[in-house]
């Protein structure tokens, strides 16, 4: 089945410095990725879309200088957090749409990141 | 104001027996609904979704109601499994613009099943 990579799975940092995290389709092509955030005990919430050889669309509330999105291939979307800070720390997970299987509305995630910053 | 909503924060089932999870929406533009299934530390995975056009869909022990006059789904599990311990997501899909689709979710209910 569709498979999507994310690393690194858990990262701790310091106050101010950035952080990177990758997603990778691996056994498929995705134009379109999708970045989520969870708070304990709260939802899964849409932060932005990447979309391949374009700019990604935020969605309303996030920072789209604070977290930064590179989808440079049709298998991979980044996350930037940048200067971080403690109120980032949270549970970062990304997902795609892969071709065919249950319809267009199934998303296929990635094993999550969890973002602890000092 | 959340438009998915799932009020039980936690659900505790014996072994066997049915495990019934709720959902209610207040988007009466949602069309697709699709419960997920998470472990700790892992992303959620799919598990059963079903259309607006329909009330019912079953897989395995896995069954999907929909109430469309009710804006209410539920899963069921039956027979509940001690590996069937998670959170389940209701998740919700309506189309914007360019012809994508965006999901919302509840907050999830956590299924503990006791052997």
């Known amino acids: 089945g569709a498979v999507v990579s994310q690393h690194p799975s858990r990262v701790i940092c310091k106050s101010g410095t950035s952080v990177k995290i990758e997603c990778r389709s691996l056994?498929?092509?995705?134009?379109?990725m999708f970045w989520y955030r969870q708070f304990p005990k709260q939802s899964l919430m849409l932060m932005a879309t990447?979309?391949?050889?374009?700019?990604?669309?935020?969605e309303q509330g996030v920072e789209k200088d604070k977290f930064l999105i590179n989808h440079a291939s049709l298998t991979l979307s980044t996350l930037t957090v940048t200067s971080a800070h403690p109120e980032d720390s949270s549970f970062y997970i990304c997902?795609?749409?892969?071709?065919?299987?249950?319809?267009?509305?199934?998303?296929?995630f990635g094993a999550g990141s969890r973002l602890t910053v000092l | 104001d959340q438009q998915v909503k799932q009020n039980s924060p936690s659900l505790s089932v014996q072994e066997g027996r049915i495990s019934i999870l709720n959902c209610d929406y207040t988007?009466?533009?949602?069309?697709?609904f699709l419960w997920y299934k998470k472990y700790p530390a892992e992303g959620p995975t799919f598990l059963i979704s079903?259309?607006?056009?329909?009330d019912k869909n079953e897989d395995g022990r896995f069954t999907v109601f929909l109430n469309k006059s009710a804006k209410h789904l539920s899963l069921h599990i039956v027979p509940s499994q001690p590996g069937d311990s998670a959170v389940y997501f209701c998740?919700?899909?309506?189309?914007?613009?360019?012809?994508?689709?965006?999901?919302?979710f509840g907050k999830g209910t956590k299924l503990s099943v006791i052997p």
């Open positions: 988007n009466s533009m949602f069309d697709y």
């Open positions: 056994d498929f092509q995705a134009t379109t």
């Open positions: 079903i259309s607006s056009i329909k």
């Open positions: 990447s979309n391949e050889g374009s700019k990604a669309t935020y």
């Open positions: 997902s795609a749409r892969p071709p065919g299987g249950a319809g267009a509305n199934v998303l296929t």
């Open positions: 998740a919700a899909s309506a189309l914007r613009g360019a012809g994508s689709y965006q999901l919302t």
